[in-house]
């Protein structure tokens, strides 16, 4: 499964709208939407809350959102999520979960009230918030949602969780420091994955188990410049922030016994914003026809036991997903494309390995990070190199997009690409830059009385 971008703001807009980021207007001078932000995600665009919404679904959501917060009215909270579709919102994190949130002293000395912030619903309950218990509260958040629907056979229920599990700053619980041999990491991991278990678990006691489709997946790579901190991509070059596999590639999992045989694997290429389509003509919502939706219903493609699958005439035919592009853009610039079995390069940033980073004051003893640092992080920066020819891999037989391919013996693919991509650049209509807009009112504050902006901190 591929994510639409490899930073979180544009890849969870594209998740939930299965759109494009550019399209949407999730680009701009910062990479990321930011607390100085007074945009958002646009009000025109449609959720797949909204969508099943349409279709009778309760909607509900706890964890990072990350998609706005305030317009250019202190505390209006125009770009929430309860104002996207989701009825219930319990506990949150409008923003993330960042470096200078970390109280345990380990990178800085205390947390920053900016960028901090704890939410229910649409109220500040904490800044700077605390880590302490905050995955079991966003647990029983969610167990609560689910047990309120257990009997509401006639209206089912959409929720979508997002854990602060494993962005930095890494935390984790008491009964998991520790734990892992892998250090801060495992040990966050290892909290994540019991949260799943629990929710998973208080699915299966309410005897929804054969009735509900769980699907786990992330918004993209893992930080790979953050040493033991940061994940490790595998065998995939790059990571968050980049356009190789490592900062594209996430796990695609779906569970829903009766309907998907335990143990399977697809090998059907993915993208995170053929979610929106499929999950809402799976249910017989309708796709809007109003805008282009980049994403694909995929119901056919999927190992899915469901009638209505059978009939489709609006999913792709195989030989069409042979050669569907992906695009990747960073802001408004095409990095990348996967096409058929291969990936083409535009644009790169430099990528070092772990054992370079090792090798520098970047990491120190044990896989220390000194920094929250990325190598390259501007899309139109002198770290970015352009490619003329581009890059040419074989990521079915290549997947570490280790070998570039000789593009001279292959004018023919770069051909039916350049034919493929000037089709899509003359039906893309940028959406207004969101991310370059910035207004110190948008700044969530709990106390404008209080010029640190600190409330309910231990």
Known sequence: MYTASSLCSPSRAALLTGRLPVRIGMYGYQMNLTPLSPKGLPDEEITLAEALKDVGYSTGMVGKWHLGINGWIPMDGKYL??????????TNLPYTNLWSCDESQTHVDKPQSFG???YRNATIIQQPFSHENLTRTLVEDAKTFIRQHQTQIEKPFFFYMSFAHV???LFSSKEFDGSSKRGMYGDNIREMSWGVGEVMSEIKRLGMDDNTLVLFSSDNGGHSELCNEGGDNGIFRGGKANYFEGGLRVPGIMRWPGHISPGIVSSTVISQMDLFPTLVT?????????RKIDGLNMLPHLPLNISSADDMETTPKPTELDIRPLFFYCNDNLFAVRYGAFKIHYRTMPVKSRLEYGQTNTCLEAGFPTQNYFNCLWCGSFCV???????IYNVEADPGETYPLNPKLYGDLLANLSDVVNEHKAG???GEPIFSSFAPSSIPCCNPDNPGCSCNYP
């Open 81 to 90: 999520p309860y104002r996207n579709g989701f009825d219930y919102v319990g």
């Open 116 to 118: 901090c912030y704890l």
């Open 167 to 169: 962005h930095v700053s």
């Open 282 to 290: 799976m249910v017989g919502g309708e796709v809007p026809i109003d």
């Open 385 to 391: 190199d352009k490619h003329d020819p581009p890059l």
């Open 428 to 430: 893309l209509e940028p």
